[in-house]
């Protein structure tokens, strides 16, 4: 029998939003890597849901620690929704981390000081839609709720093979009407790394350099939209000041996500007490310069100094122009367009996060490729990079792509719904991301994905 993938206890969970049963007989609530078991308080949430659902419930761990959640109900034959979610922080809303959701004044459930994940949201609230209708014709419906999406796909890549019946796969997590996804790039995390003695610091003065404002963005979906990366804006600063000016490099923070470009970088510099003008003069002809390079993109760039404690120790020297040439030399942005679809990047980097600091140096990197020799390609190219400046590198969390499907039958199906609905075409791409389905199509290969 094939399922129907929904999910729906999530959203019940943290908004108190409790359906009516769906169905005479039990629904199956299959508990799973949805919380930790430090977690088993919320068991009488759960409890309680499973009595309005009429369910039956079970537990099932896993290796993971974790639990995963599957909702089925009814027998309908052969489609499947499903819809990721920071589940951490949904289903702790209110407590742990005190997000406190409401209803406005429109109906729109919504949270003070987030957004909750609106597309997630969207997504969430079509299948409730879809759960608690009465009129609906429908049968069994599977939910599939894998957790850590933004952090690395952890729960997608945890996800056991034979757990799932379906053999069609709709991900509800879109952002535009009308637009339907039939491919993804693949990706892998790339790590370098460096152990360093720190030296002492015989400077007179010291001053941290901020460049923030910058637009930023997804790291694969606006990768090709020509934004600056801070980190690669700074390094052109560095430079200068430790060329012109005898300044020495002391910490580096940038950029606080794989999967976005970085916006903001800070560097800690130490130099001569009658160099500091002059570096505030090379600071602001960097930010013009920027402004200028990427003029009708940036537009609200801020770099500037300001005093700093002197920190007691810096990077050798040796050590330091290492690091800085790796930053420059790496590469970063989009390295080739799909040939056949010159206007859909293939391969690209993104320089995301560079920590120096107390003896340790990390660059952490996601790279994407919707080929599996181009991505191949790209890490040998930055980790050749990398060992010149004396750097281990380390590749984890690797995921494949998924390559399109334009016979797919339920995308033809949903393409005429949509144009009988609309009276227009539907928009279908692939996107320049990392979607859980190529994760899962790894595992179910013979599932119809859109």
Request: one cysteine or more; glycine letters at 8%.
């Amino acid at each position: 029998m094939k399922k129907l993938l929904a999910i729906l206890l999530v959203l019940a969970l943290s908004l108190g939003m409790l359906p009516m049963a769906l169905a005479d007989e039990p629904t199956v609530l299959t508990i799973g890597s949805i919380i930790t078991k430090r977690d088993l308080d919320k068991n009488v949430l759960i409890q309680r849901i499973a009595e309005k659902l009429n369910a039956k419930i079970e537990f099932t761990f896993y290796d993971t620690d974790q639990y995963s959640v599957m909702l089925t109900d009814g027998t309908l034959p052969d489609i499947m929704l499903s819809k990721y979610e920071y589940l951490q922080n949904v289903l702790a809303s209110g407590l742990a981390l005190n997000i406190e959701p409401y209803i406005d004044e429109e109906g729109w459930v919504r949270a003070k000081g987030t957004t909750l994940g609106a597309d997630n949201g969207l997504g969430v609230a079509a299948i409730m839609a879809v759960m608690e209708s009465k009129d609906l014709k429908h049968g069994l419906v599977e939910g599939l709720i894998p957790r850590d999406e933004e952090t690395g796909m952890f729960g997608a890549n945890e996800l056991p093979e034979g757990e799932l019946c379906g053999d069609i796969l709709m991900n509800l997590d879109s952002e535009l009407w009308g637009k339907f996804v039939i491919g993804s790039a693949g990706g892998i995390d790339i790590t370098a790394k460096l152990e360093y003695q720190p030296v002492a610091n015989n400077e007179e003065t010291a001053v941290r350099v901020t460049l923030k404002g910058l637009f930023g963005g997804h790291s694969g979906l606006e990768i090709h939209c020509g934004r600056a990366n801070a980190n690669k804006e700074m390094v052109r600063l560095v430079r200068k000041a430790v060329q012109q000016l005898g300044a020495r490099l002391a910490v580096w923070h940038g950029g606080n996500m794989r999967n976005a470009i970085p916006f903001k970088a800070e560097v800690v510099l130490a130099l001569a007490a009658d160099k500091v003008e002059a570096l505030k003069k090379l600071v602001e002809d960097q930010r013009l310069l920027i402004e200028d390079e990427f003029k009708g993109i940036e537009k609200n760039v801020e770099f500037f100094v300001e005093p700093v404690e002197k920190p007691a120790e810096l990077l050798p020297s040796e050590i330091q122009d290492n690091l800085i040439d790796a930053i420059y030399a790496c590469h970063n942005g989009v390295l080739r367009m799909i040939p056949a679809y010159p206007n859909v990047v293939e391969t690209s980097s993104n320089l995301a996060i560079i920590d120096i600091e107390n003896g340790k140096a990390a660059f952490k990197i996601l790279t994407r490729s919707s080929r599996e020799d181009m991505k191949e390609y790209l890490c040998r190219t930055l980790e050749s990079c990398f060992s010149m400046a004396g750097m281990k590198t380390e590749f984890t969390a690797p995921y494949g792509g998924w390559d399109p499907n334009p016979d797919s039958e339920i995308l033809n199906l949903l393409k005429a719904i949509y144009k009988e609905q609309n009276g227009q075409e539907a928009t279908v791409q692939a996107d320049h991301a990392g979607l859980e389905c190529s994760v899962i199509l790894s595992k179910y290969p013979g599932m119809d994905v859109v």
